[in-house]
């Protein structure tokens, strides 16, 4: 038996690290162009945008060739995924009427696919794999085909597992048909960059490692929260079974705009007044942009236009865009910062020529602080941090985006639905009613339009107004839909209503009703959410002015509305645009009832469910003075087998393997079979014959864990025999940022406690003592 429990765990972590290999979606080395697609700091053109009344469609055609490349943005070479030999990708440039035709040419030994970000088109051209369209098999080429019926700042990317983080980005620009301003223009993409292979980084968050934290300066050990006077507020969080609270999960080596960390902008002349058009491409971070040269005037969101105002801060959120124009100063070059929300760094573009005008730092996080102001709205109840709303065009966007929005032209449908009040007759929502959302209600009167010597605050969803009224038709009918924001930050497992996407039914809604999505968000981070294929009212103290949006942020604790009338058809992806949040399970399908099926998704649906619940290895080896240490898992979305093994080198040795389930919706509590070995032979007390000790024994077992206060685990188990343990365990107690100490004693009077002090993402120099081996030295590997 015991020899049965060795062989599925190796099967299973070779099974694991197999799959892994399967789910290739980064470039290895061995497959690499060794072409660098880093070009070295430049000056960076704008584009000037002239005047015209009309505009009569073409038929415009790009070829994208995406391959493999050796990047080195921080000192080190890594790989990555470019095209047309660049990062980011080319910008795309239509016009509002043309028809895009652009072929995808697949240069790589694996699958990609690209996404129209925020682009109103088929939904066999929406490019998301196994939902809407085919892969991209290497050395193919797909055709995307579609009419470009709205104008705006919008950006296309990959779909296809983590290719996004490593360089499968680009922006897209569509001018209106009538333009009525004669202004220098610039597109901006910003990104994150990680020098970890972002496969690796998923793996690594899925362990619940502690390296990026240790990075950041983020681990919230004791002894800095006693130091700073945040004791009670650590033991409160850890009471409610809380991890140490961050802004972010990853630690980014760096920060670019257009590829670069730093950007210039010299035609950009003395006094001109220039547009930005902001992309946030990164993977998985917000950004603060600031502007050394005065308040930046926003005048669009997301593509479409909304009533300028002034900003001295603008927070970007994931796969965001926004417009704004700026004043070049007089003298010198101002810098445009964009600063992570973690505040562990930036990066700028500077316009005009000169002594550069360097924009202000931004404090580093306090996050005793901000957990002590998150622990107190955990006690509230009815929180409304901010809202988004969306309303889809079906076939087409009857107002302008860059040029000027003329309304909404909703469609009639006829289709039954679940009856809710009609807008007119409808609850007014707390957004509306008491002029909240995100952030703190600033003063809408007095807009200064383009006059940019107005006076900006920072920014809250709550500035964005639409044009003209964007409330809906109100013979529809209405469909509610409610769904939670939850995730499980121990085991990096984010959902909706607590399931993830292997586990989700499709959200079904039909053609021709209004819906209304409301959101909760029960966990600790923000959540970037997009819906692929609509446009939606995020609905916020604007009411019938509330604007439209294709993605929206959720803030901690939050609640937000979004309305939109369905005119689509098939099925649409609905996410978490936090890149590793979505491959962890936070997504969804919304799906058209009584459409006709898109013959693609009919038979590959369930590859697309697959993507979140991948078999995820890790171990740690302790090598000390007196033993080995071996804690080895293989863990899904709800099952982990655990391996525990010691051995001192007097040649006694024990084993533990655990096959568990997770049964609730928090993940606090598994039951599992067992199977433990040991054979101390040198401890056995003289004399002793009895088979089934804590020195001796093989037998199988069955148990249950559960997470206590303090992250404390518990373990309850009997074996077949009918003996009991209760055991006891913490690891990774913080003591300092890098410092860390584990605990664990037992009915059967074991007990150890260990020390680690962390080098590297890696390795730690460790200690410990245990009540059967006593104390050794040494250090441990961590994979």
Same mark, same amino acid.
């Given at each position: ?10 099967? !299973? ?147 296809? &597992?983590?290719?996004?983080? $490593? ?138 236009? $909304? ?20 004043? $070049? ?80 032209? &909703? ?16 609850? $007014? ?132 509305? %979004? ?14 645009? %936090? ?7 936070? /997504? ?19 590859? *697309? ?20 240490? *071996? ?6 979305? =709800? ?9 001192? =080198? ?8 655990? !096959? ?9 509590? /598994? /039951? ?37 206060? &303090? ?46 002090? &962390?080098?590297?993402? =890696? ?21």
């Amino acid at each position: 038996m015991k020899q049965l429990f060795i062989i599925a765990f190796l099967f !299973l972590t070779f099974q694991a690290l197999g799959q892994s290999h399967q789910q290739q979606s980064v470039p290895k080395d061995k497959d690499a162009n060794l072409t660098n697609a880093t070009p070295p700091e430049k000056e960076q053109l704008g584009r000037v945008v002239s005047p015209r009344t009309t505009y009569v469609g073409k038929r415009v055609e790009y070829d994208l060739y995406i391959d493999d490349r050796q990047v080195n943005f921080t000192g080190k070479t890594r790989m990555a995924i470019a095209i047309n030999g660049q990062i980011p990708a080319p910008t795309l440039t239509f016009n509002e009427g043309d028809t895009a035709i652009v072929r995808v040419h697949n240069q790589m030994d694996m699958e990609t696919s690209v996404h129209w970000h925020g682009i109103l088109l088929p939904n066999e051209e929406d490019g998301v794999p196994y939902l809407n369209t085919a892969p991209i098999l290497p050395g193919k080429t797909h055709t995307f085909t579609f009419p470009l019926i709205q104008s705006g700042t919008y950006w296309y990317h990959s779909h296809t &597992m983590v290719q996004e983080q $490593v360089g499968l980005y680009g922006s897209i620009v569509i001018q209106p048909k009538e333009i009525e301003y004669n202004m220098k223009e610039y597109v901006l993409v910003l990104s994150d960059w990680t020098d970890i292979n972002p496969d690796e980084v998923l793996r690594y968050l899925k362990r619940a490692g502690e390296w990026f934290a240790v990075q950041k300066g983020a681990t919230q050990s004791y002894g800095e929260a006693i130091a700073a006077g945040y004791f009670k507020d650590k033991v409160r969080q850890e009471w409610g079974r809380m991890p140490a609270m961050d802004v972010t999960d990853v630690y980014y080596n760096k920060f670019l705009l257009n590829g670069q960390e730093k950007s210039y902008f010299k035609d950009a002349k003395p006094g001109e007044v220039v547009r930005l058009r902001i992309i946030n491409g990164s993977a998985s971070s917000y950004f603060q942009l600031q502007y050394a040269g005065g308040p930046m005037q926003v005048i669009s969101a997301d593509g479409i236009n $909304v009533e300028p105002f002034p900003v001295n801060k603008l927070e970007i959120a994931t796969a965001e865009t926004y417009d704004v124009l700026i004043t $070049v100063p007089q003298m010198g070059a101002a810098e445009l910062r964009a600063t992570s929300s973690d505040i562990t760094g930036f990066t700028s573009g500077y316009f005009g020529n000169g002594d550069v005008m360097k924009a202000p730092d931004l404090p580093r996080l306090n996050y005793f602080q901000m957990m002590r102001e998150m622990g107190s709205m955990e006690n509230m109840s009815g929180m409304d941090m901010g809202g988004a709303g969306m309303v889809e065009q079906g076939n087409g966007m009857n107002g302008k985006t860059d040029g000027q929005m003329k309304g909404m032209d &909703m469609q009639h449908g006829t289709m039954p639905a679940v009856t809710a009040p009609s807008p007119k007759d409808r609850p $007014v929502n707390m957004q509306e009613k008491n002029g909240k959302s995100i952030g703190t209600m600033q003063d809408m009167g007095g807009m200064p339009g383009m006059d940019m010597g107005g006076m900006g605050g920072d920014f809250n969803y709550n500035q964005l107004r639409a044009l003209n009224p964007t409330t809906l038709d109100s013979t529809n009918q209405w469909r509610e839909i409610k769904l939670t924001l939850t995730g499980n930050m121990l085991r990096y497992v984010w959902s909706f209503d607590n399931k993830p996407l292997s586990k989700a039914d499709k959200i079904p809604i039909r053609k021709g009703e209004n819906v209304r999505m409301v959101f909760q968000n029960q966990t600790m981070m923000r959540h970037p959410l997009h819906l692929h294929g609509h446009f939606f009212r995020l609905v916020n103290a604007q009411g019938e002015y509330s604007p439209l949006k294709h993605t929206f942020d959720v803030q901690s604790m939050g609640t937000v509305t %979004i309305e939109f009338e369905a005119n689509e058809e098939q099925d649409w992806f609905f996410h978490c645009h %936090i890149l590793y949040h979505m491959m962890a399970g936070m /997504a969804r399908i919304i799906s058209y009832e009584g459409s006709p099926q898109n013959e693609f998704a009919k038979n590959d649906y369930k590859t *697309l469910k697959k993507e979140d619940n991948v078999l995820y290895p890790w171990f740690d080896l302790s090598v000390h003075s007196q033993g080995v240490y *071996l804690e080895g898992t293989v863990s899904n979305n =709800y099952n982990a087998l655990e391996f525990e093994g010691r051995v001192n =080198y007097k040649g006694d040795f024990e084993t533990e393997t655990h !096959l568990l389930r997770y049964l609730d919706n928090r993940q606090f509590l /598994a /039951a599992f079979v067992g199977f433990d070995y040991r054979n101390n032979r040198n401890l056995i007390p003289e004399g002793e014959t009895e088979k089934n000790t804590k020195n001796k024994r093989e037998q199988l077992e069955v148990g249950a864990y559960y997470m206590l206060p &303090m992250l404390v685990r518990a373990e309850f188990r009997t074996d077949l025999t009918g003996q009991l343990r209760l055991q006891l365990e913490r690891r990774d107690l913080p003591l300092s940022n890098n410092f860390f100490m584990d605990l664990r004693a037992n009915t059967e009077k074991e007990y150890s406690v260990g020390f680690r002090y &962390m080098v590297s993402k =890696y390795i730690s120099l460790s200690t410990n003592y245990d009540s059967d081996y006593k104390w050794g030295a040494g250090f441990t590997l961590h994979y």
